[in-house]
Every structure is written in structure tokens, then in C-alpha cells.
């Protein structure tokens, strides 16, 4: 969706691609009922991501269906809830990869817990972390990061972080190295003038700040890698 199709290479993900717009989306949500259940929470891990761009009424119904569809409930499926959840992502992500066209960059806030997200997958070496998962984590550190900056509010950070635990999402500590993740981070590719670039959010959307200090990128990283609730200093 949004146009890009892309390979993953050693080196990352999605570092080999090309951008090419769909004409229709076309989504069967009863297929959902057929996912693992790991899978089903999994991609809950996005949804909270889309919600958190700046849509309030995704986050309502994340709050009130999400749980009970990770737990393989097929009521939010009859109801509609899904449906709306994954109707309500895919225009977030038409309007965004529209106004991406005029305004450079913009696609870049879908961006939103994948720089952390996509450092843990690497470090998992793209296997023993799904990637909704590992934006779930990144999610969190994201949060982490915006409260250290003073640019969400603590109930905001904890709205979604409790929504996070009720779904099951980034619960645990990874098991991946602090040091394997910042490496990965330091390689991604989204970087503006050797700095990462950082979708972070706000209370009600989300800012990109390419200012963001090292201790603030290590409490992210500390939060999303849950290593103050393993014990760890
Ligand atoms: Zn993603």
C-alpha cells in the first residue's frame, strides 16, 4: 500500500524499491479470522501506529474492539469494528501518500515507531519478531522519547502504553541487545544530514524532529526495549 513495493536485503528492509500507486484496495476483513492469533496482534501493532497520526475515533475502537480481536473474538469482525479499523488506516494512508505528492517528505510521519521498530527487527535478524511487533516497541520508545522533549503530555504516552498492554503488544523484553539496536538504527535510511530524522508524537498527531539529543534517543530505547520492567540498567 501507498504505492511502494520494496525488498529487503541484508543490509534493512525495504531498501530496494520502487513507487507505484494502486488503482483499488480491495481488503477481505472475515481473512482476518483465519490469522494466527500472533498475526492478529500483530498488525494491531499498525493500527495504533495510524490511530496515533491523529485519528481519535481508531484509537476509541482500538481501545474498545483491538483486544478482543487479538484474542481471536470474531464479534469485531460481525460488528463491522474491523472493518472500519482497516477502512479508517487505508484512507489515512491515501491521504497522507496524496498530500505526499505536494508536500516532499510528508509519507515520512507513517514512519512513526519504525525507526526503534525497525532497529529491533534487524537486530532479530527479521525472524523471532513480527513487524507489527517491533513497531509496538518502537511506539512505546517513540512516546518515550516525546515525553523526555516535552512534547506530548504523560497521559497521552500512557493512554497508548495502556492500550499497548491490554493488547499484549511489546509486553516482554525483546530478546535482542541494546547495542545490536542502536547499530541497526545508525544504518537505517532515513536520515537528514547524518542526524535520524524522528517521527514523534504530540497529543494529537505526530512532529518530525531531527534535533533529538543522545540521552533522549537512550531513554527511547531503554523504554522500547522494556528494560526498566526487566531489570535492567
Ligand atoms: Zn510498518
Given at each position: 500500500?501507498?504505492?511502494?513495493?520494496?525488498v529487503?536485503?541484508?543490509?534493512?528492509?525495504?531498501?530496494?524499491g520502487?513507487?507505484?500507486?494502486?488503482?483499488?484496495?480491495?481488503?477481505?476483513?472475515?481473512?482476518n479470522?483465519?490469522?494466527?492469533?500472533?498475526?492478529?496482534?500483530?498488525?494491531?501493532?499498525?493500527?495504533?501506529?495510524?490511530?496515533?497520526?491523529g485519528?481519535?475515533?481508531?484509537?476509541?475502537?482500538?481501545?474498545?474492539?483491538?483486544?478482543a480481536?487479538?484474542?481471536?473474538?470474531s464479534?469485531?469482525?460481525?460488528?463491522?469494528?474491523?472493518?472500519?479499523?482497516?477502512?479508517?488506516?487505508?484512507?489515512?494512508?491515501?491521504?497522507?501518500?496524496?498530500?505526499?505528492?505536494?508536500?516532499?517528505?510528508?509519507?515520512?510521519?507513517?514512519?512513526?515507531?519504525?525507526?526503534?521498530?525497525?532497529?529491533i527487527?534487524?537486530?532479530?535478524?527479521?525472524?523471532?519478531?513480527?513487524?507489527?511487533?517491533?513497531?509496538?516497541?518502537?511506539?512505546?520508545?517513540?512516546?518515550?522519547?516525546?515525553?523526555?522533549?516535552?512534547?506530548?503530555?504523560?497521559?497521552?504516552?500512557?493512554?497508548?502504553?495502556t492500550?499497548?498492554?491490554?493488547?499484549?503488544?511489546?509486553?516482554?523484553?525483546?530478546?535482542?541487545?541494546?547495542?545490536?539496536?542502536?547499530?541497526?538504527?545508525?544504518?537505517?535510511?532515513?536520515?537528514?544530514?547524518?542526524?535520524?530524522?524522528w517521527?514523534?508524537?504530540?497529543?494529537?498527531g505526530?512532529?518530525?524532529?531531527?534535533?533529538?539529543?543522545?540521552?533522549?534517543?537512550?531513554?527511547?530505547?531503554?523504554?522500547?526495549?522494556?528494560?526498566?520492567?526487566?531489570?535492567?540498567?
Amino acid at each position: 500500500m501507498g504505492g511502494k513495493t520494496a525488498v529487503d536485503i541484508p543490509e534493512g528492509k525495504n531498501l530496494v524499491g520502487a513507487f507505484h500507486q494502486p488503482a483499488a484496495f480491495i481488503a477481505d476483513v472475515s481473512f482476518n479470522a483465519t490469522l494466527p492469533a500472533r498475526q492478529r496482534r500483530a498488525a494491531l501493532g499498525e493500527v495504533v501506529k495510524m490511530a496515533v497520526l491523529g485519528d481519535e475515533r481508531l484509537l476509541e475502537l482500538v481501545e474498545e474492539e483491538g483486544a478482543a480481536f487479538a484474542r481471536g473474538d470474531s464479534r469485531p469482525i460481525e460488528s463491522g469494528a474491523v472493518a472500519e479499523m482497516v477502512e479508517r488506516c487505508v484512507w489515512a494512508k491515501v491521504e497522507v501518500v496524496t498530500a505526499d505528492a505536494r508536500e516532499a517528505n510528508l509519507r515520512m510521519i507513517l514512519n512513526l515507531g519504525h525507526t526503534i521498530g525497525h532497529g529491533i527487527e534487524a537486530a532479530a535478524g527479521y525472524k523471532a519478531i513480527l513487524h507489527g511487533e517491533a513497531v509496538a516497541y518502537g511506539l512505546r520508545g517513540a512516546f518515550a522519547i516525546a515525553r523526555a522533549l516535552g512534547i506530548t503530555t504523560a497521559d497521552r504516552a500512557q493512554r497508548v502504553n495502556t492500550l499497548l498492554d491490554r493488547l499484549g503488544l511489546a509486553v516482554a523484553r525483546p530478546q535482542v541487545s541494546l547495542d545490536s539496536v542502536g547499530q541497526h538504527m545508525a544504518t537505517d535510511k532515513k536520515h537528514s544530514f547524518g542526524r535520524l530524522s524522528w517521527v514523534l508524537p504530540t497529543e494529537t498527531g505526530v512532529v518530525i524532529r531531527s534535533d533529538v539529543p543522545p540521552e533522549a534517543v537512550a531513554q527511547g530505547l531503554a523504554a522500547a526495549l522494556r528494560m526498566a520492567e526487566a531489570g535492567v540498567r
